[in-house]
């Protein structure tokens, strides 16, 4: 889990394995470049088809931009969840599939949007690694995804992601000027002529300029990534992948 985003920039598709049914959660998203509720961020549900973690599903935030039309189609087992915010409140819960369920819970100040995950197996590290699962009695969990504020309070955006999310969200942005970066490193003078060097600088220069910005987002894509980590290994429990 959490695993989609490692090197993933904007416009760059996620690989869709058969392993899993796949489940885009998105929210307000509308044609020609609306971006919805979370700023193009769509929740990518996997959910396992086989082995003993079968029914275990994993969640990723995404860039909608990560998902390829004609891949989906070609897998065939995707599923897209395109949803009106102003109206989930009043409907309290939104099945997503049989044993996901997004629940809206709501109250004076603010809306919150969860996932409830049915019949999930969940170990320690121990037993994770061992791979063993098939006495672990099947559990329901419960995830934050984010907090819709009804009234935007001071120095808080309206939409607050969970911050395991906000976090992936990050990454993708880090990584994707860290793409941009480097494929500049790779252009010819011509063509980064656009970004703001004048013409007339040496190429030396402007090599020197582009791999300082490499290095500058590399980095905050890795520490982005650790901070990530960071997170995930505060859990004490884990959900089986194989």
């Known amino acids: 889990m959490y695993d989609l985003t490692k090197d993933l920039g904007y416009d760059m598709p996620i690989r869709l394995e058969n392993k899993y049914r796949y489940d885009f959660l998105g929210f307000d998203l509308e044609p020609g470049g609306e971006q919805g509720l979370l700023c193009g961020g769509i929740f990518a549900l996997r959910t396992i088809k086989t082995g003993n973690a079968s029914g275990n599903v994993l969640i990723d935030l995404i860039d909608y931009s990560n998902v390829n039309a004609f891949d989906t189609v070609i ?47 969940y170990g320690d590290l121990h037993s994770i690694s061992s791979g063993d699962c098939k006495n672990i009695k099947p559990s329901q969990y419960k995830y934050l995804l984010f907090t819709q504020y009804h009234n ?24 994707d000027m860290y793409h941009d970066f480097r494929e500049l490193h790779l252009a010819n003078k011509s063509e980064i002529a656009g970004h703001k060097i004048e013409p007339s600088t040496p190429w030396e220069k402007v090599k020197e300029l582009i791999d300082a910005k490499c290095r500058e987002w590399k980095e905050k894509s890795e520490k982005k990534q650790e901070q990530l980590l960071s997170i995930v290994d505060l859990q004490t429990l884990y959900p089986f992948e194989e």
């Open 75 to 121: 897998h065939g087992d995707c599923h897209f969840h395109l949803l009106n915010s102003d109206k989930l409140p009043q409907e309290n819960e939104y099945k997503v599939a049989e044993n996901i369920i997004l629940n809206i819970v709501s109250n004076s100040t603010s809306t919150g949007f969860y996932l409830t995950l049915k019949n999930q197996k």
């Open 152 to 175: 935007n309070p001071i120095n808080v955006s309206q939409v607050e992601l969970s911050p395991i999310f906000r976090l992936q969200e990050d990454l993708v942005w880090n990584n």
